[in-house]
C-alpha cells in the first residue's frame, strides 16, 4: 500500500497523545473513546498507523548501530541497538571484585539524546519499563 508523501503532524501529536491517555487510563479501547467522544474505527486505524510508523523509524535507526551504555560503581552493561525491536537481554560485565549490596545503591541509565536516569536498588521494573517506553519514545 503506497504511503502518503504529506502527513499532517498536527493530527499525528493528537492521536499520539490520544494513544497515551488510552495506555495510561487502563480502560478498553471502546470506552476510551466513548469518554472522550473520540470515532472508534478512526482510534484504531490511529493506534496501527502510528506503531507501522514507530516501526519505521525503528527499522531507519537500525541501519545506524548505535551502543547505549549503563554504568554503576564498577558495573558495564552494554546493549545494542543493531536489531528493531528492545534487547530481551543485556550484557553485564562485573568487576574483579564482588560488589556488596551497600555498595550497588544506584544504577545510571544513559539514554538517546544524552539523557540520564538514575535507579535506585529496590526499583519497581514494571514502572521502569513504561518509563524507558515513554522516555524512548520518538517526538512528533
Do not use: N
Amino acid at each position: 500500500m503506497a504511503r502518503p508523501e504529506w502527513r499532517d503532524p498536527a493530527k499525528e501529536r493528537f492521536w499520539r497523545r490520544m494513544l497515551r491517555k488510552w495506555r495510561r487510563s487502563g480502560l478498553t479501547g471502546r470506552d476510551f473513546c466513548a469518554a472522550h467522544s473520540l470515532s472508534e474505527p478512526s482510534f484504531y486505524a490511529w493506534r496501527r498507523e502510528i506503531a507501522a510508523r514507530d516501526e519505521e523509524r525503528r527499522a531507519a535507526r537500525a541501519k545506524v548501530a548505535r551502543r547505549s551504555t549503563v554504568r554503576s560503581k564498577g558495573v558495564t552493561a552494554v546493549a545494542s541497538a543493531t536489531t528493531t525491536t528492545s534487547p530481551a537481554f543485556v550484557k553485564v560485565a562485573l568487576p574483579t571484585q564482588t560488589l556488596s549490596t551497600q555498595t550497588l545503591r544506584t544504577i545510571d541509565v544513559l539514554l538517546a539524546q544524552g539523557r540520564r536516569l538514575r535507579v535506585r536498588r529496590g526499583f519497581d521494573a514494571d514502572l521502569l519499563r513504561q518509563l524507558l517506553r515513554v522516555l524512548e519514545e520518538p517526538a512528533c
